[in-house]
């Protein structure tokens, strides 16, 4: 396990106390914990000299190694397996335990995180037999874009809308096996997150991507932008000329309404 944390911060301090169980218990058995503190060697070195931890600790106070893996908050774990492979993030209790138990006996922990695929052939079962569109986006619980997409989903408007119109999908970059594969199947340009794409029930390739000429395009901020996310749900050939009005109006609306309470 890597463990991103930091001296300043409560949260990290407050589950040394779990991880500190889980490496008595599982050392024996191969595990181990590598520490990144988002400190100077300084400070990590007075916190240990007060505080010691069994698991190596190394400084990344210049945020190189959080940067390299999408570190977005602290703390974050990533579980490793034995080939060296990041298989999960941020896996907390009788879950945690599982997958290190499964892991130390060489067994995949798929079935406990799920996979890409198989998350995309139900929505699509379920989208062949009710009719509709598949709406698939690829996110991380660390992502504030992905939230506040999710957000704007559960509008009652668009939540009624994607009810009538669309079967809902959405793949966790960190935790569902095959994620990075299956997105970029889709699109060779896929990357980043929030990613997304519409399809239909019965073809594998995407009716309309949320990118632009330089790839993601992610969650729109701009005129531009809100144009192509509403055009992307114009490709499905269904919608009425109000829905995609509605569609472009409310992303509009919600993304104006987190930057207004960002700037407060």
């Known amino acids: 396990m890597v463990d ?21 218990r599982y050392k024996a ?29 190394v400084t990344d106070a210049e945020s190189e190694l959080a940067t390299k893996y999408s570190i977005e908050a602290y703390p974050t774990t990533l579980l490793i397996d034995k080939q060296g492979k990041h298989v999960a993030t941020n896996l907390r209790g009788a879950t945690l335990e599982k ?12 079935s406990i995180t799920g996979s890409a695929h198989d998350i995309l052939a139900a929505g699509k079962k379920r989208a062949a037999e009710e009719k509709k569109f598949i709406f698939l986006h690829f996110g991380a619980d660390w992502c504030g874009p992905c939230k506040q997409l999710e957000e704007w989903m559960a509008e009652p408007e668009i939540h009624a809308l994607f009810q009538k119109k669309f079967i809902d999908v959405k793949i966790d970059v960190d935790n569902n096996f095959g994620a990075q594969e299956l997105m970029t199947s889709l699109s060779p340009k896929a990357g980043g997150v929030p990613w997304f794409c519409i399809l239909n029930a019965t073809d594998d390739k995407p009716l309309a991507i949320g990118e632009d000429k330089d790839g993601n395009a992610g969650l729109p901020s701009s005129a531009e932008g809100f144009d192509g996310f509403t055009k992307m749900f114009k490709a499905t050939g269904s919608l009425t000329t109000e829905e995609l009005d509605l569609i472009r109006k409310s992303i509009e609306q919600q993304v104006e309404r987190f930057k207004a309470n960002s700037s407060e």
């Open 99 to 110: 997958a290190i138990d499964m892991l130390l006996e060489g067994k995949s922990i798929e």
């Open 4 to 24: 991103f944390w930091g001296t300043w911060c409560g949260p990290c301090v407050a589950a040394m106390p779990k991880l500190t169980e889980l490496h008595e």
């Open 29 to 57: 058995k191969g595990f181990e914990i590598l520490g990144v503190a988002a400190d100077d060697s300084d400070s990590l070195k007075k916190f240990l000299d007060k505080k010691p931890l069994a698991w190596q600790n």
